[in-house]
């Protein structure tokens, strides 16, 4: 999946944009130095983000499409919109911005969330937000 991401990045000439692989569910695990970056794609690693950068997640929402896949089949999660909702503001991001797929994509749009999220302030490195003096 990255190769193909890394394909698409460099098709469109977008020098800026790096890519790395992590391990989400090992925080402690990461480089020291991947701190203050601009676009973080999992939420959980708000502790390294820089101030004002953003988050897109994408995340499966209630719908009986999602019901009969998600829920039976998978066994996994679906979230409504209020608990996504406040489960950004919980973790200090603020309140998110929920967008749609562009019309091409539009059938993600009944079984996913898109939502956008800012980190607010300077980071205390534990993923709390710490005012600005």
Do not use: K
Not at 1 to 16: C, K, S
Not at 108 to 126: D, I, K, Q, S
Request: glycine content about 10%; some cysteine; proline content about 5%.
């Amino acid at each position: 999946m990255l190769a193909r991401f890394q394909q698409a990045i460099d098709a469109h000439g977008m020098a800026r944009v790096t890519l790395h692989r992590a391990d989400v569910l090992d925080e402690a695990g990461l480089p020291a130095g991947w701190q203050d970056h601009d676009l973080v794609l999992c939420a959980s690693l708000r502790a390294r983000m820089a101030p004002g950068a953003r988050t897109v997640v994408m995340i499966t929402r209630r719908s009986w499409e999602t019901r009969l896949l998600i829920d039976w089949l998978w066994h996994a999660h679906r979230y409504g919109r209020r608990t996504v909702a406040g489960a950004f503001v919980a973790a200090g991001f603020g309140t998110p911005r929920f967008v749609r797929f562009p019309r091409r994509y539009g059938w993600l749009n009944r079984a996913n969330h898109v939502v956008l999220a800012e980190n607010p302030g300077e980071t205390t490195g534990a993923g709390e937000s710490a005012s600005p003096a």
